[in-house]
């Protein structure tokens, strides 16, 4: 069966430079220096894009990020946690904004 995403795309990302290769140069340069050791490790990093992943519902990124957390030593109840911390985030800036609907009843009830 034929889904929107096909798991064989992930696998082409390296090819987003056929269309335009100077950009996609300068993606790949920032996108690798972004994941280099530094005030972070390379294992945190993975952490923090596999539940990013999840917040804007990436399929491929999650596949990614699954796989590269693991071969960085991440266990199931890591990641899982990891994706909770997104869902509590995403969760609470929706409900962040309730303020603006209640700010709004208020001011048409007066």
Do not use: W
Not at 29 to 56: C, D, M, N, P
């Amino acid at each position: 069966m034929k889904t929107y995403y096909d798991p064989e795309d992930l696998k082409k990302f390296g090819k987003i430079g056929e269309f335009q290769k100077s950009m996609a140069d300068k993606f790949f340069a920032y996108y690798g220096e972004v994941f280099q050791e530094g005030a972070l490790t390379a294992r945190e990093k993975s952490l923090i894009a596999l539940a990013v992943a999840h917040a804007i519902q990436c399929p491929y990124c999650i596949d990614a990020y699954t796989v590269d957390g693991m071969e960085k030593g991440c266990d199931e109840e890591q990641m899982m946690e990891a994706v909770h911390v997104a869902a509590a985030i995403r969760a609470g800036a929706s409900l962040v904004h309730s303020t603006q609907m209640m700010n709004k009843v208020k001011e048409i009830s007066m």
